[in-house]
């Protein structure tokens, strides 16, 4: 549970700006705007700092309530600029589209990949199977998590696949993740843009109906994970 204890606004509007961001692709001014339409004055840096500061803690408690995933997974990496210079917004799903985990990093390497890699499974389990791009990096990465399997005495290795086609659906799931974030005329710090990239994922997730309760609807499947 979330606790708003204290707070100057109701729970129930902080939670509805957050939601409205991360799913709808808004400019802060733009929230203000339709906010002040519904007799909500607040002002755009303080819709900044809730986004900021409640969108990771409520996709952490979403992680607990996601169904099973499948252990094929798809992984790539696209670009979200922050501070005027592109990042590197690794991402993965599974072979149905389920969304698996995400990492903003300032650096495409082996190093990068590795860490990636390493919160993927510990947040989803091992993979059987992972089809990547012809990235030496991404390639790399997994091939340490076969060497960390192989040191610790295990014979049952992940299968690396480099197949290009069968990488289509991540690289279309990225088409959302883009189409949120245009909007907010890039991020300013790296921090925020990891925070709020957190809350894109989760209405997306909410979206993609991985959550239960798949009958309400998108905000009030959020306000579940909240509760």
Request: proline share 3%; net charge positive.
């Amino acid at each position: 549970m979330i606790n708003l204890k204290g707070m100057h606004y109701p729970k129930h509007i902080i939670l509805f700006a957050v939601f409205f961001y991360v799913r709808y692709g808004v400019s802060y001014r733009d929230l203000e705007d339709i906010m002040q339409e519904r007799g909500v004055n607040v002002d755009h840096a303080t819709f900044n700092r809730w986004v900021v500061k409640y969108s990771p803690m409520i996709a952490q408690l979403a992680k607990k309530k996601r169904k099973p995933t499948s252990p094929s997974w798809r992984m790539d990496e696209t670009y979200i600029k922050v501070k005027g210079r592109w990042c590197y917004y690794y991402r993965a799903i599974d072979k149905f589209g389920v969304t698996l985990d995400f990492m903003l990093s300032e650096h495409r390497d082996e190093e990068a990949a590795t860490r990636f890699f390493k919160k993927t499974i510990e947040n989803n389990g091992w993979p059987d199977k992972v089809v990547i791009d012809k990235s030496g990096a991404n390639y790399a990465g997994l091939m340490n998590i076969n060497t960390v399997l192989f040191l610790h005495g295990l014979t049952c290795f992940i299968d690396i696949f480099q197949v290009k086609y069968l990488n289509n659906i991540v690289e279309q799931d990225h088409r959302f993740i883009k189409k949120i974030t245009k909007p907010m005329m890039n991020f300013k710090a790296f921090h925020s843009a990891s925070a709020t990239l957190a809350g894109i994922e989760l209405a997306h997730m909410i979206r993609k109906k991985q959550f239960k309760h798949t009958d309400l609807s998108d905000y009030h499947q959020f306000l579940e994970l909240v509760a």
